[in-house]
């Protein structure tokens, strides 16, 4: 795993070599983060590092509204040490389970779906369920975001089965719906939805991008 050290001094630092390579959980706030993120820094002992949006998720945390890890570069800390888990990610990314079973992706990439499910787990501390949930919340994110589209065709877009299993993912991860989320959005990128207000920081030291 990365030395917590390397990850908080770069988050101290706003490092942005480290964005898409670790999101950053806050304990006082429920909210997960990139490392770039402008909010004030968090006291060490109140943070976590998650290797993964989805693992980030998995352990209760929201996605934060002002840095929006949904638009972080898809470049995860294990890249380059498991061709399976970055293949079987391509496929996720390309929607393969947003139809379809981990049995199906798994035999794809020529695997049992136990060994997918477990190099998932090692890597990203996730199921393949799971990742690909949050990879279709983000798309979704992402649209309401960018776009003027009708909430149904973002869902259908997204690569949800229907607007209401949209909604109901939405409410479970930010306890507000898609609709609200784009009246809410903020106006420009130095505002604060409220979800955190930070002490102050200190400097940095250079990270260690190997993830094993």
Request: contains cysteine.
């Amino acid at each position: 795993m990365l030395d917590f050290a390397a990850q908080y001094a770069a988050f101290q630092r706003r490092d942005p070599a480290w964005d898409g390579i670790v999101f950053v959980a806050v304990r006082t706030t429920g909210v997960y983060c990139r490392p770039v993120c402008r909010a004030r820094t968090p006291l060490a002992r109140n943070v976590r590092f998650y290797g993964s949006a989805a693992s980030a998720e998995r352990a209760g945390y929201r996605p934060c509204l002002r840095c929006r890890p949904e638009a972080a570069p898809f470049c995860p800390a294990w890249k380059g040490t498991r061709t399976t888990v970055e293949r079987a990610l391509a496929l996720i990314e390309a929607g393969a389970l947003d139809h379809d079973t981990v049995a199906a992706l798994a035999d794809r990439l020529g695997i049992g779906a136990r060994h997918l499910s477990r190099l998932f787990a090692e890597h990203l501390d996730a199921s393949p369920l799971q990742v690909a949930l949050s990879l279709r919340v983000q798309r979704a994110k992402r649209l309401i975001d960018g776009s003027n589209l009708p909430i149904r065709l973002v869902a259908q877009r997204a690569g949800f089965s229907s607007a209401r299993r949209m909604n109901a993912a939405f409410a479970r991860l930010y306890g507000r719906s898609p609709v609200s989320l784009r009246r809410k959005r903020p106006p420009t990128s130095s505002s604060n939805d409220g979800d955190q207000q930070w002490p102050r920081a200190t400097a940095p030291s250079a990270p260690n991008r190997n993830s094993r």
